[in-house]
């Protein structure tokens, strides 16, 4: 389990800190509710190493996350900007995602299967530039697959997409969530989101979580 407890973070000149606890499930989606400027993507950006905490504890599965810097973090952060570079295939894009020390053998297997996956087979040689919206969502996807981190943060990740490719995106990412077992947090405005993804709501508001019944997000 991913446990938050008591985390709090200011930003210069904010008089009142926030204060973040909440706990997420293995194989399920939790979701982050507020409106903007609430802070969403505060806790995030905490999650993932990028701000320090003031106080407080971030453990998955008893192991206390907060020494450790963002790039040893078991963590994997998706936008929705996709975070991928325009002029590399999806393929090359997804390679960003290999363990280290991956021979060419392993790397060309581990790619195809992470393409295969999120239904990308045949495209792996495409620019991303050439991508759609909904491709490049897979392709970060695929990239997150094989980085193998078992917590997947997910800030507004559907908001660029039309409604039907918003709907299948989601499933892909509820259908990645249970089969890897990810302890995933989506940060959305989107009540659909939600109502579709979520195993567990929280509701940020005056800086603070608070656990929310379904239907009652805004």
Same mark, same amino acid.
């Given at each position: 389990?991913?446990?938050?407890?008591?985390?709090?973070?200011?930003?210069?000149?904010?008089?009142?800190?926030?204060?973040?606890?909440?706990?997420?499930?293995?194989?399920?989606?939790?979701?982050?509710?507020?409106?903007?400027?609430?802070?969403?993507?505060?806790?995030?950006?905490?999650?993932?190493?990028?701000?320090?905490?003031?106080?407080?504890?971030?453990?998955?599965?008893?192991?206390?996350?907060?020494?450790?810097?963002?790039?040893?973090?078991?963590?994997?952060?998706?936008?929705?900007?996709?975070?991928?570079? @325009?002029?590399?295939?999806?393929?090359?894009?997804?390679?960003?995602?290999?363990?280290?020390?991956?021979?060419?053998?392993?790397?060309?297997?581990?790619?195809?299967?992470?393409?295969?996956?999120?239904?990308?087979?045949?495209?792996?040689?495409?620019?991303?530039?050439?991508?759609?919206?909904?491709?490049?969502?897979?392709?970060?996807?695929?990239?997150?697959?094989?980085?193998?981190?078992?917590?997947?943060?997910?800030? @507004?990740?559907?908001?660029?997409?039309?409604? @039907?490719?918003?709907?299948?995106?989601?499933?892909?990412?509820?259908?990645?969530?249970?089969?890897?077992?990810?302890?995933?947090?989506?940060?959305?405005?989107?009540?659909?989101?939600?109502?579709?993804?979520?195993?567990?709501?929280?509701?940020?508001?005056?800086?603070?979580?608070?656990?929310?019944?379904?239907?009652?997000?805004?």
């Amino acid at each position: 389990m991913l446990r938050v407890e008591n985390l709090t973070f200011a930003h210069p000149g904010q008089a009142t800190p926030y204060v973040f606890s909440l706990a997420a499930n293995a194989g399920e989606v939790t979701a982050i509710s507020g409106v903007s400027g609430s802070g969403k993507s505060t806790l995030l950006d905490l999650l993932a190493g990028f701000l320090e905490p003031s106080t407080g504890q971030v453990t998955l599965d008893g192991q206390d996350l907060l020494p450790l810097p963002p790039e040893a973090r078991p963590v994997s952060l998706l936008l929705q900007s996709e975070s991928l570079f @325009e002029h590399l295939s999806a393929a090359r894009n997804i390679a960003l995602g290999l363990p280290a020390g991956a021979s060419k053998a392993e790397a060309r297997a581990l790619i195809a299967a992470a393409l295969a996956e999120v239904g990308l087979e045949g495209v792996g040689e495409q620019r991303a530039a050439t991508l759609s919206g909904g491709q490049k969502q897979r392709a970060a996807l695929a990239r997150t697959l094989l980085r193998a981190r078992p917590v997947l943060l997910l800030d @507004e990740p559907f908001s660029a997409l039309d409604d @039907e490719t918003r709907a299948v995106i989601r499933d892909l990412v509820r259908t990645l969530t249970v089969r890897h077992d990810w302890h995933t947090l989506l940060v959305s405005h989107h009540a659909d989101d939600v109502e579709a993804l979520a195993s567990r709501r929280y509701v940020l508001r005056d800086g603070r979580l608070s656990a929310s019944e379904p239907g009652t997000e805004k």
